[in-house]
C-alpha cells in the first residue's frame, strides 16, 4: 500500500510575515494526520524560514528546481547540496512552468534529476502534455518521451538510487494548471496507470512502491475523487496550497 502524498508548489509567492501565517496555520491543522506526507515547495529566499517553523513537525519542504551542478560560476543557480543544507527534503522538476517559460527540457529535468538523487533529495518530476498536445491525442506520446528522457540516463545503480530517495512521478497536464480545469479522476487514472507501466518496464517492482501524484487545479472539492483511484498516489498543488483551509482539507483527504 502507497502513502500519500500532498505536495504544495507556491511557486512565486508570498512573503515573510504571510508566509509565517500559512506555516502556523498549516502546521497546526495537520498536527494529527499521520497516514500520509504531507510538503511545500517555497521559494528558495524563504527555505531558511520553512526550516525554522517546520522542524519537528510532520511537514517536509523542499524546492521548486534545482540546477544540476554542485559549484561554479552559474549566476542565480541554486545546487543540489544547497538544498539539502537547508533541510530540504524533496525538489520538483521539470515543472511545466520551467519547461515553457525557461525553456528548460527534457535534458535539463535528466542531469537536474541525476544530481537530486545524488545529493539525497527526493526528485518529484512533473510530466504531461499541453492543450493541443491532448487534443491531438498525444498525450501518452509526450508523457513517454518525458520520462523516457530521464529514465534513459539513469544506471542501474542511479535507478536503486532513485529507488532509495523514493521518487515520485508528477502527471500535471498543462490544460489544468492554473485554469480551474481538472482532468477527471479517470483521465487522471489512464495516465497515472501508463506511466505506472512504463516504469514497470525498467524494475516492476520499483513501479509497485513509485508515487505518482496529480497536479491541476486540485481543490478541497474535487481531490477525493482524484485521490480514490488506485493509481493516483497524492497531490501537487498550486493556487489551493496557498490558502490554509484549502491546503489542510486536501491533506485531510489524503490521510
Ligand atoms: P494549480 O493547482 O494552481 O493548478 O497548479 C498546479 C501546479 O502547477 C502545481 O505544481
Request: contains cysteine; negative net charge.
Amino acid at each position: 500500500m502507497r502513502r500519500k502524498l500532498v505536495v504544495g508548489n507556491w511557486k512565486m509567492h508570498g512573503d515573510l510575515k504571510s508566509n509565517q501565517t500559512l506555516l502556523e496555520s498549516i502546521t497546526n491543522g495537520l498536527q494529527n494526520l499521520k497516514n500520509a506526507d504531507y510538503v511545500v515547495c517555497v521559494p528558495n529566499p524563504y527555505l531558511f524560514q520553512a526550516r525554522e517553523l517546520l522542524t519537528n513537525t510532520n511537514v517536509a519542504w523542499g524546492g521548486q528546481n534545482v540546477n544540476q551542478h554542485e559549484q561554479g560560476a552559474f549566476t542565480g543557480a541554486v545546487a543540489p547540496h544547497m538544498l539539502s543544507d537547508l533541510g530540504c527534503q524533496f525538489v520538483l522538476l521539470g515543472h511545466s512552468e520551467r519547461r515553457v517559460l525557461f525553456h528548460e527540457t527534457n535534458l535539463t529535468a535528466a542531469a537536474r534529476f541525476d544530481a537530486s538523487i545524488k545529493a539525497g533529495l527526493t526528485p518529484v518530476l512533473c510530466v504531461g502534455e499541453t492543450l493541443a498536445e491532448h487534443e491531438a491525442g498525444l498525450t501518452e506520446v509526450i508523457v513517454a518521451s518525458q520520462m523516457d528522457a530521464v529514465m534513459a540516463t539513469l544506471s542501474d545503480e542511479d535507478f536503486a538510487a532513485a529507488m532509495q530517495v523514493n521518487m515520485v512521478f508528477a502527471y500535471e497536464p498543462v490544460w489544468a494548471v492554473g485554469t480551474g480545469k481538472t482532468a477527471s479522476p479517470e483521465q487522471a487514472q489512464t495516465v497515472h496507470e501508463f506511466i505506472r507501466n512504463r516504469i514497470a518496464r525498467r524494475n516492476s517492482d520499483a513501479a509497485a512502491h513509485v508515487r505518482i501524484i496529480y497536479g491541476g487545479s486540485i481543490k478541497a472539492n474535487n481531490a477525493k475523487q482524484l485521490f480514490a483511484m488506485p493509481d493516483v498516489d497524492g497531490g501537487l498543488v498550486g493556487g489551493a496550497s496557498l490558502d490554509a483551509d484549502e491546503f489542510i482539507e486536501i491533506c485531510r483527504l489524503a490521510n
